[in-house]
């Protein structure tokens, strides 16, 4: 007998709440890994009476059911985005650049939290209280919810990207490293949202430099 995979629910968040933790925020950022674009990060305080159904990891939802949470979450919660461009994540590294971005999208909250809860094993440096939650995305509801407007926004922003950089693929993989990626980089070069401290991005930096309409 097949056991039913656990979802993200709001018992975090209400325990929090008991506790006197009022707001409580989850956060979670999209785009660590591709080559190209940023990472943006997004914090959400959800209405405890409207709660969408259905939340989940980003990354296990079709994207049309993410359209469709994103136009809830964004209807029925407070939610706050930041972007960390590729020139803040070369000049300062993937981990800083986005632990940056998910401290500036809690402080743009309309409510300073009292609490935190963030994906993975990292907090950011915030005026509040703090929770790292391993798989949160897929455990808490508001850090399912911050997952779910990241990546929208992210991929919308992408899709913006391909047309105006034709021939990137920038609309398809999103900037992350693919075949059509790769042999785009090898024929034009990189443009200006291209991560130079990102391997494949550099070592074609250093073989072929991009003309100056470019960057």
Do not use: N
């Not at 008991?18 to 890994?33: F, H, L, N, S």
């Not at 990060?41 to 994207?63: E, Y």
């Amino acid at each position: 007998m097949a056991i039913a995979r656990q979802r993200p629910d709001f018992t975090h968040e209400a325990t929090a709440w008991r506790a006197g933790d009022i707001p409580v925020a989850g956060a979670d950022e999209v785009g660590r890994g591709p080559w190209a674009g940023p990472v943006v990060a997004c914090a959400v305080v959800l209405d405890p009476a409207r709660v969408p159904v259905g939340l989940d990891d980003s990354k296990k939802l079709k994207a049309d059911k993410r359209e469709r949470l994103f136009d809830e979450i964004c209807a029925t919660a407070e939610v706050s985005l930041a972007f960390a461009p590729p020139a803040r994540i070369d000049g300062h590294d993937i981990r800083k650049a986005t632990l940056w971005a998910l401290a500036q999208a809690a402080a743009g909250l309309a409510r300073p939290p009292r609490l935190l809860l963030v994906d993975g094993r990292d907090v950011p440096v915030v005026a509040c209280a703090t929770r790292a939650i391993i798989g949160g995305d897929g455990l808490v509801a508001s850090i399912a919810a911050a997952s779910i407007v990241a990546k929208v926004t992210r991929d919308r922003l992408m899709k913006q990207l391909g047309l105006a950089h034709p021939g990137y693929g920038f609309e398809r993989h999103m900037g992350y490293g693919t075949r059509e990626h790769a042999e785009a980089l090898a024929e034009l070069g990189a443009c200006r949202h291209h991560r130079t401290s990102f391997a494949p991005v550099r070592v074609r930096l250093a073989l072929d430099r991009p003309t100056a309409d470019r960057l």
